[in-house]
């Protein structure tokens, strides 16, 4: 049974830069939350998807964009990257279906800015 | 606003000792869930327990336990017989409903060392 997997594992980019992450949901889930971890931090909610539309914003300028496909894996596009986008990224999966079920998550990407 | 806080940023205990990490948290909702997740060094977050807040029952995993105060918005976690693999930085979370959809309000974590 698959997990929630995400690529890439570790990225650097530089200021202007624009980025994809990308997350496979765990086997058997239809939704994908991703949240942004910076260093020292709890994990800040950026968006959810499910039936591939965005269905809740945290609080995250437009630069921050997704897409989720027809086998309910995600995208994460983040443009115009800045020193303070560097973060470990993470995704999370879950069933729309059972609420408050706990969100499984991926072992991240850890994007770098220079 | 809902928010969550953790007022240790760092905690040492020793191996096979009990340890407890503090948890508070904020909302307006009366029915809500909250997490525990285990983050160690790998990066993956691990959850460790989980409370639905219209239990009065406190949840209990293995060697992991909470202490969940509704009144007083508190939801501290007590690992029993702490083994080197504790070793991680622990999360609290609270579940929020809006819309239909689901997110996670997180603490800025606690550092726990087991040390041997």
């Known amino acids: 049974d698959a997990g929630v997997t995400q690529s890439p594992t570790h990225l650097i980019k530089t200021r202007g830069q624009q980025v994809t992450l990308r997350c496979s949901p765990k086997?058997?889930?239809?939704?994908v939350s991703w949240y942004q971890q910076a260093l020292g931090q709890g994990p800040q909610f950026i968006f959810q998807?499910?039936?591939?539309?965005?269905?809740q914003r945290g609080n995250f300028p437009d630069r921050f964009s997704g897409h989720q496909f027809p086998n309910y894996s995600s995208e994460l596009n983040v443009n115009a990257l800045l020193l303070g986008d560097s973060a470990l990224y993470l995704c999370?999966?879950?069933?729309?279906?059972?609420?408050?079920?706990?969100?499984?998550f991926g072992d991240g990407t850890r994007l770098s800015i220079l | 606003a809902q928010t969550v806080t953790q007022s240790q940023p760092e905690m040492s205990v020793q191996e096979a000792e009990t340890v407890t990490l503090s948890c508070t948290y904020d909302t307006s909702e009366s029915n809500y869930y909250l997490f525990w997740y285990k983050q160690p060094p790998s990066r993956q977050m691990i959850l460790v327990i989980r409370q639905e807040a219209y239990k009065q029952q406190n949840a209990t995993e293995n060697r992991f336990s909470v202490n969940f105060q509704k009144a007083a918005k508190s939801f501290s976690l007590k690992i029993s017989d702490s083994q080197l693999g504790d070793t991680a930085m622990y999360f609290c979370?609270?579940?929020?409903?809006?819309?239909?959809?689901?997110?996670?309000?997180f603490g800025k974590g606690t550092k726990l060392t087991v040390n041997p």
């Open positions: 086997s058997g889930h239809d939704t």
């Open positions: 979370a609270f579940m929020l409903t809006q819309g239909g959809s689901e997110k996670l309000v």
């Open positions: 998807y499910y039936e591939e539309e965005e269905r």
């Open positions: 999370a999966s879950s069933l729309r279906t059972i609420s408050n079920q706990p969100q499984h």
